[in-house]
């Protein structure tokens, strides 16, 4: 059995933070290897495990560390798989590794998911590999559905211990509630001819600039996208309507500023991978960051640098490139060529 995913720990401090990946990908039945290496302290031997590991056939990376969190930037600079990178909280709550994972220069982003958040950084890598495999994206279901019964079962306990004399329960009748989700596991031939293979969706008008740099770097790739200004809050239906037109797609890239809430909207009705891109609406984005990646359990969403459109259109190449020759190739050359850059 050759590994899919190769966890790197900057510090054998973070295994509490791994282990909740492990559980994940235990129960998914996807093959990982797992290291301890520091960007700081073991700069080599992170650089040749990663060349490696890519070598022979690893399709995602998982950073895991605290403070400075280099590593999963520095495994990014070594490869043209996707990366996420999961921040632990070792000091000032996990916000300096947060930012050090998130904030990447162009072009080599990592798909940041929230603070301790192993479960979430595991999912992620799961729907990565999902995007070309049927059987992952069906265990990806399975998983999904025990959230939702969760929270069913959640709130009958709840509920039912409630006590007081102002409770008064209003008698609202639910249909039975089926988890709703938009995603396809259609696999005919030539089906996906005219499908776009990506979904960007910015909440506005205003974060057409950075939507801007997003498409541009998808043209150049020559990924084929949709694109559609819709805020989940102000359009809450025809919301709904574009997620399910847009069933069909590998993945969705989100664009936001504020409270952000496209991206957790988009990931509550989809199961495929949610890439985020804040925007600096008010406090220079740190908002949209935090609302962005901080998911809960269950509903990762790869958060890229505040204003970097550009890598969130990497990022969807790198992941769409694990099945694709041809544009494996060209993120090879983009990555290669990222000094010209500068
Ligand atoms: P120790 O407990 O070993 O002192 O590590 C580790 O990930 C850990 O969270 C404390 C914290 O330092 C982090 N660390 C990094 C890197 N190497 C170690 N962020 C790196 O290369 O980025």
């Known amino acids: 059995m050759k590994p899919k995913i190769m966890i790197l720990l900057g510090s054998a401090s973070d295994f509490k933070i791994a282990e909740k990946s492990l559980e994940i990908l235990e129960q998914l039945e996807l093959a990982y290897d797992i290291r301890v290496a520091s960007a700081h302290r073991t700069h080599e031997k992170v650089k040749q495990i990663v060349i490696e590991s890519t ?18 930037g520095m495994i990014a600079a070594n490869t043209h798989r996707p990366v996420v990178g999961v921040p632990v909280d070792v000091k000032l709550g996990g916000m300096d590794a947060l930012f050090a994972s998130s904030q990447m220069p162009f072009p080599a982003p990592v798909a940041t998911v929230g603070i301790d958040r192993g479960d979430n950084g595991a999912l992620l890598a799961a729907q990565i590999i999902g995007i070309h495999d049927e059987t992952v ?5 399975k998983l999904r ?24 329960p209003n008698k609202i009748e ?14 005919e031939e030539g089906a996906d001819k005219e499908i776009p293979l990506v979904a960007v969706i910015p909440g506005s008008y205003s974060d057409m600039k950075i939507a801007k740099k997003t498409t541009m770097f998808l043209d150049r790739m020559g990924i084929s996208y949709d694109m559609n200004i819709i805020s989940p809050i102000r ?20 664009i936001s500023g504020l409270s952000a809430h496209v991206t957790g909207a988009v990931v ?17 984005g740190l908002d949209a960051l935090l609302s962005m990646v901080n998911m809960p359990p269950g509903v990762p969403v790869g958060t890229v640098g505040v204003g970097n ?15 694709n020759k041809d544009l494996e190739d060209r993120v090879k050359r983009l990555k290669s060529r990222s000094a010209d850059f500068n």
């Not at 959230?147 to 008064?168: F, I």
């Not at 991978?273 to 600096?280: H, N, R, T």
């Open 309 to 323: 459109g550009g890598n969130a259109a990497v990022l969807a190449a790198e992941m769409l490139g694990i099945e």
């Open 145 to 168: 559905e025990s959230y939702y019964k969760k929270v069913q079962r959640d709130e009958s306990q709840l509920v039912g211990n409630v006590e007081g004399d102002y409770y008064a």
């Open 174 to 187: 639910l249909p039975k509630i089926e988890k709703k989700v938009f995603h396809s596991l259609k696999t």
């Open 137 to 141: 994206r069906n265990r990806i279901s």
């Open 268 to 284: 509550a009705l989809s199961e495929k991978p949610v890439i985020g891109v804040p925007c600096p609406m008010r406090m220079g």
């Open 55 to 72: 070598h022979q056939g690893v399709e995602v990376f998982i950073g895991i560390a605290g403070l400075s969190a280099h590593l999963p």
């Open 235 to 254: 359009y809450p239906e025809r919301f709904e309507d574009y997620m399910e037109r847009m069933n069909e797609v590998k993945l969705f890239i989100a």
